[in-house]
């Protein structure tokens, strides 16, 4: 089942009737390049083009005696042809009309894929943006770390999609190769000219070498782009997981008008949506496994690879899109708190400027051993006693001999810990992309 999300054109691709409609488009591209070379009759090219068509329930028809799919193709596509049909499929082997034409489905999807990263950009870069100085507790481990801004994690993602975008672009290019050399790759049948002419016809290049198939190594590029880009999504959707807690309550994910989260507890508002994201890049990570097992191949080929891709193919690209479109409308949605990002950083009592702290006692001369177990032994009396981290230190004899009062206060200054926002948004996003300052 196609899921709900996903862009109907990339379900069309990837129909059986799609499929037959490809290889028939490159039956005519190889028919019209032989008919210019000589090798065909042109008013035989003519028909192909003209009277060639194929529905796949008659291919399907005839399949069940043939159990071969692409001479059921053929000669499906015979009886709309007639007399002419003779000089259909001359000189080619099976591979050359099903590997380029795959190359075709593949290159058409992952510009549905694009499409969906270029939305997905766009919606986290408007929520960075919105965000730029909104402060919040970074987290290492789980554990309050240090001051940060939800923009900053959010220009943090936008950083990692635009790695995805150019990991598919790149894979893209890869997998937009054909292949028109034969039954082992000689081109004993065909000069490499008519392979040249039918790719430029198809707007793919012709692989410099090939076997019966196009190598799987580019296959397997692709579905690994496709897997990373799954793992992305499903990093940040973990994350928003891990921040709509009830312990957390930083951020939630959209949640309806009658929408309902449990059948048992009325009161439960679940992030379904980035659950079903993680679940989902299992998937297409597994895909990728296989598509790197399908590298290896008997000899010039065999087909241990072939019933993998058709199973492979076009989950993987109905998944990821499926995955953008519902990640993209997550985060146009996503409720996002600040005062619970910030009496989340205040709830630490701000042992979270620690750091700062060690570091000016360094500055005035103290070792880093003895300003670290200063700053620690006031840190975890904070912890134990649920004092204030700041009223402890101003107590402690040691540290307020080196650090005056004033320089104390200065280490607890949010805005000093974020000014440098404005420079990372620059660097993500470009010199004067949007406005604003932190904090």
């Known amino acids: ?259 309902k989260g449990s059948s048992a507890m009325p009161h439960k508002r679940n992030p379904i949506g980035c659950e079903q994201l993680t679940g989902m890049a299992r998937l297409v990570r597994a895909n990728a496994m296989a598509a790197l097992e399908n590298v290896a191949l008997w000899h010039e080929r065999d087909i241990s690879h072939s019933s993998v891709e058709r199973v492979i193919l076009p989950d993987s690209f109905i998944a990821v899109d499926h995955m953008l479109r519902r990640f993209t409308r997550i985060v146009r949605g996503l409720v996002v708190n600040p005062d619970r990002m910030r009496e989340n950083l205040d709830r630490s009592r701000g042992v979270v400027f620690s750091g700062t702290v060690l570091l000016e006692l360094a500055q005035r001369g103290v070792s880093r051993e003895q300003a670290y177990e200063w700053v620690q032994r006031n840190a975890m009396r904070s912890f134990h006693e649920a004092a204030d981290f700041k009223s402890l230190l101003l107590a402690d004899r040691d540290v307020v001999k080196v650090l005056p009062p004033d320089a104390l206060e200065q280490a607890f200054d949010l805005t000093a810990q974020l000014r440098h926002v404005d420079r990372i948004f620059e660097r993500v996003f470009g010199t004067g992309a949007g406005q604003g300052g932190t904090a």
């Open 1 to 259: 089942m196609i899921p709900r999300y996903t862009h109907p054109d990339m379900g069309r691709i990837w129909t059986d009737q799609r499929r037959y409609e490809t290889w028939l488009r490159v039956e005519t591209a190889a028919a019209d390049a032989m008919a210019e070379a000589g090798l065909i009759p042109g008013e035989a090219a003519r028909d192909i083009r003209e009277r060639g068509a194929v529905d796949a329930a008659r291919v399907e028809e005839i399949e069940a005696t043939t159990q071969h799919d692409l001479i059921a193709f053929t000669t499906a596509v015979a009886e709309h042809v007639g007399e002419s049909a003779r000089w259909l499929h001359f000189g080619l082997t099976s591979s050359d009309v099903v590997d380029t034409a795959q190359a075709l489905q593949m290159r058409e999807a992952c510009d549905l894929i694009l499409q969906g990263l270029d939305a997905a950009l766009d919606a986290v870069r408007a929520r960075a943006e919105e965000h730029r100085g909104t402060p919040m507790i970074g987290r290492t481990h789980g554990v309050h770390a240090e001051p940060m801004t939800f923009g900053l994690k959010l220009a943090l993602w936008h950083a990692e999609l635009v790695r995805d975008r150019l990991r598919l672009s790149r894979a893209r290019d890869v997998i937009s190769v054909g292949k028109i050399s034969g039954a082992v790759g000689t081109y004993a049948h065909l000069d490499p000219a008519i392979e040249a002419d039918v790719c430029q016809r198809l707007g793919l290049d012709a692989a410099p070498v090939s076997s019966q198939v196009l190598q799987r190594d580019r296959h397997a590029e692709l579905l690994s782009a496709l897997a990373i880009t799954a793992a992305s999504i499903e990093k940040f959707a973990l994350e928003i997981r891990g921040l709509q807690k009830t312990e957390v309550g930083e951020v939630e994910e959209p949640f309806g008008k009658g929408q």
